[in-house]
Each structure stands twice: as C-alpha cells, then as structure tokens.
C-alpha cells in the first residue's frame, strides 16, 4: 500500500514538472536573404550592417517569427542566379512578372509599386524618346526595367549604345563624369541617387511594376505566408514601421532609423498621395506625347527616308485624322497629299474590313503598343 502511494507520489510529481516548467521556445528559422546594393531599398551603413527599406520591413517579421536572418551579399545577377539554385531563402526585393513567376514564388503582397525612368546628363535635350537617338545609355544588368527600355527603344526605332552596369550607383556614377549619357533605373532608386550626382530627371517614363519578396519555386511557402500576414497589416496602419521604414529610407543615403510613430504619419500619407497623382498624370501626359507631339516632332527628322522609300506611310490622330502621308500612298490612292492631309482614313478601307482595322487601332493603345491587320482599300488600280 505504501509502496502504491510513493509510486502515484511520484507520477503527480513528474507530471507537474512537466506542465509548469519554464515553456519551451521554438527553434530559431535560420533565413539566407539575397541583398544587393540598390539604396533605398538595400545599402550597407558605415558599420557594414545591411539597411533599407525592404530590409527593415524583413527585420520587423523576424523578430515577430523568431528568425535568425543571415544576409548574403551579391550583384544583382549574382542574387538571381543564387535564388533560382536555392542558395538563398528570401531575395529581399525583386519585380514582379509573369516571366519571373514561372521560375520563382512571390508574396501576393507588394512591398511597393514603381515604374521605370530616364535620368540624363542636365542641359542636354532629352525629354523623349527619340531623343535619345545615338545616346550612350547605362542600364542595369537582367534589370527589368532595361529589358523593357531596351525593347520601348526598338518599337521606335531608335539606336542607342547600351553599357551594362550592376548597380543604379554606377550607372549614375557614369553620367556624373560623362562616361554615360543617360541612366535608366526605377522611380525610388532615381529619388534617392538624383540627390547625390549631377544628374536631370527626364519625361520618360514607362512599365510600371510592383516590387515583392521572392523565394525559391516551390520551397518556403511559410516564409511567404508569414510576410504577406504581417506586410497587410503594416500597410493598412498609416503609422506602422513600413511607413517610417520608407520615409526614412528616402533621406541622404543615411542609416536608416526608425522615427516615433507620431512625427512623420502625415509625411508618410503625403508621399504616398504624392507619389501615386505623379504615377498617373505622367503616364497620361506620356501616352499623350508619345502618339501626337513626338511623332510630328520627329518626322521631319526622318521625312527624306519615309519619302524615298516605295512602302506606303501615314500618320493620324487619336480622331482618324490623317497627319501625314507618303508620296508612294497619294500614289496608290490618286490622290494629293492637300486632299488627305485632315480627312479621315478609314473612307479609303473597304467597308467590310473597317470593324477589324477599328478593333485593331483600339488594341494599339494596350501594351505592347503594335499590332498587324489585313485589310482593302480602294486604290486607282481598283
């Protein structure tokens, strides 16, 4: 009987033990993150320790997570290649495409939307696109912002002399001492480096994108699960640390520290009101020059080709009206370059065929900005 109770004494003794010792904390997630040097969004401070916005936005979801994150520095190329072999975990920020989302996963949540644009050495006239006609322009290497400037210059036929740089300091460095007439890089990597070069901030601007973490495909889907659960609810509160975070990443390439939430919520609103009115009036005022203002501007830069050549050319207005006609197409229709110039086109299309060519001319204002149709006309050879 005793021997009963000293047994059942010492199981209620192990069982206690068990439910009021100190909890057991979960293991460290060790985290390998790709980072590369693109102030604001990555740069080391004079200590060496890796600052930024998307950095301190990681940071905040670790402490919350209990992660270890080891930080593994490298071009942009680099970080790339690394990420696609699994050597790292998280690339701390990278542009979201359909392209890239066959290789890598994404979080559903965006760090931040941005768009492409052309910083040029002042004084010197680039305010368009063809303006940049036998420029030397530095773009940054598997960027995706020079992958589409590259293919924005092709559909306008203009020669340019690329210099491939890793990074937007070069490639700004480069336009500083003249070695580089224009820089192409996106809107918040221009806020920050147009302070410290002697630099111009152009008109042109295009591809808007949205910036995200990425991981490996198929592997750390709780990674991802944890950052989009915790960036929702730091964008939606106008005085979390990824409004501080941004706005302090904007300073003069200083550390990045982060302010009491009550200084600079209204700065932080401001600036992101600011930034999205700016996005979309230079849009509009883009896609306004690109179809009437540059083309008329450029045409008589390339009237000699156009009218020594036997292919048929015109150009006309958002209304259809005719602006300018080849010599070889008031050939083909009998008619005067007085008589076409202000009327419509689409008179001349056979009537059956001008349903598809106005489908057409509405596609030519969505992205990529061309399209080909088949159509008649009534020409004097009938």
């Known amino acids: 009987m005793l021997r009963s109770l000293l047994n059942l004494f010492f199981l209620l003794f192990a069982v206690s033990s ?17 980072v590369r040097d693109n102030a604001p969004f990555v740069f080391q401070d004079e200590k060496g320790i890796f600052r930024g916005f998307s950095v301190e936005i990681l940071e905040y979801v670790a402490e919350k997570e209990n992660w270890e994150l080891e930080y ?37 949540e965006t760090l931040l939307s941005n768009w492409g644009i052309v910083y040029s050495k002042p004084g010197i006239g680039i305010e368009t696109i063809p303006d940049l006609e036998g420029k030397r322009v530095a773009l940054i290497k598997k960027a995706i912002h020079a992958k589409a400037f590259k293919k924005l210059a092709n559909d306008f036929s203009i020669h340019i002399e690329v210099i491939e740089v890793d990074n937007p300091q070069d490639g700004f460095q480069l336009v500083s001492t003249n070695k580089a007439d224009a820089v192409v890089t996106h809107r918040v990597s221009g806020l920050h480096h147009e302070k410290h070069h002697d630099v111009e901030r152009t008109n042109i601007i295009f591809h808007p994108i949205e910036i995200r973490y990425a991981m490996p495909k198929g592997k750390n889907s709780d990674l991802i699960a ?19 975070a941004f706005n302090a990443s904007m300073e003069l390439g200083k550390t990045v520290t982060i302010i009491p939430k009550w200084v600079y919520w209204i700065s932080a609103l401001a600036i992101v009101i600011i930034g999205f009115l700016l996005f979309f009036n230079r849009i509009l005022t883009s896609r306004i020059n690109m179809r ?10 390339y009237r000699l080709v156009v009218e020594n050549q036997t292919d048929m050319m015109v150009t006309f207005n958002l209304e259809g009206e005719l602006l300018y006609v080849s010599p070889s197409y008031c050939k083909t229709f009998g008619k005067s370059q007085e008589e076409l110039i202000g009327k419509q086109f689409m008179p001349l299309i056979h009537e059956e065929d001008r349903g598809k060519v106005e489908d057409a001319i509405k596609e030519v204002h969505k992205p990529p900005y061309n399209v080909s149709v088949e159509h008649r006309s009534m020409t004097t050879d009938g």
Request: aromatic share 8%; no cysteine; net charge positive.
């Open 18 to 34: 068990i439910l009021f010792s100190n909890p057991v904390h979960a293991a460290e997630r060790h985290v390998r993150v790709g």
């Open 72 to 108: 593994v520095h490298g071009t942009w190329a680099e970080s790339l290649d690394r990420l696609e072999r699994g050597a790292i975990d998280v690339l701390s920020h990278i542009a979201y495409s359909r392209e890239r989302a066959l290789k890598f996963d994404f979080t559903r």
């Open 226 to 244: 944890a950052i989009d659960q915790h960036l929702k609810k730091l964008k939606a509160d106008k005085n979390s640390v990824f409004y501080q």
């Open 292 to 301: 009437t203002k540059d083309l008329q501007e450029s045409e008589n830069k």
